[in-house]
């Protein structure tokens, strides 16, 4: 049983840093993807970012590239997501997600309906 566990959000001021951490458990195999996503009050779940474990390829959004790094300590089992310059538009509720083993991704790595299996999430605020 995959199970994911955010942590690391928390209230900043613009252009601070954060750094979200997902510790999985019940992974067997490394060919899949995790990612990163978001969603704010009143809109939809977004893609934020997501590697490929095997590989360690990454995908980030338009809206976070050259500010948010995705990275993976394979022996630590946790991925993670440095937030740098972040912004009041950054504000959202932060997701860690997995998908099966295996998964043919139709729609780029960021379409969270690939993904199978989600945290509980953590909240991300920044202030102006």
């Known amino acids: 049983q995959v199970q994911l566990m955010e942590s690391g959000g928390d209230s900043v001021q613009a252009g601070g840093s954060l750094r979200l951490s997902c510790a999985a458990s019940?992974?067997?195999?490394?060919?899949?993807?995790m990612g990163w996503f978001r969603q704010a009050p009143g809109k939809e779940r977004e893609g934020v970012s997501a590697t490929y474990i095997q590989s360690g390829n990454t995908f980030y959004a338009d809206s976070v590239k050259g500010r948010f790094t995705i990275s993976r300590d394979n022996a630590k089992n946790t991925l993670y997501l440095q937030m740098n310059s972040l912004k009041p538009e950054d504000t959202a509720m932060y997701y860690c997600?997995?998908?099966?083993?295996?998964?043919?991704?139709?729609?780029?790595?960021?379409?969270?309906?690939?993904?199978?299996?989600w945290g509980q999430g953590t909240q991300v605020t920044v202030s102006s």
């Open positions: 019940g992974f067997a195999s490394t060919s899949r993807f």
């Open positions: 997600a997995a998908t099966s083993v295996g998964r043919t991704m139709l729609n780029g790595p960021l379409e969270q309906f690939a993904y199978n299996y």
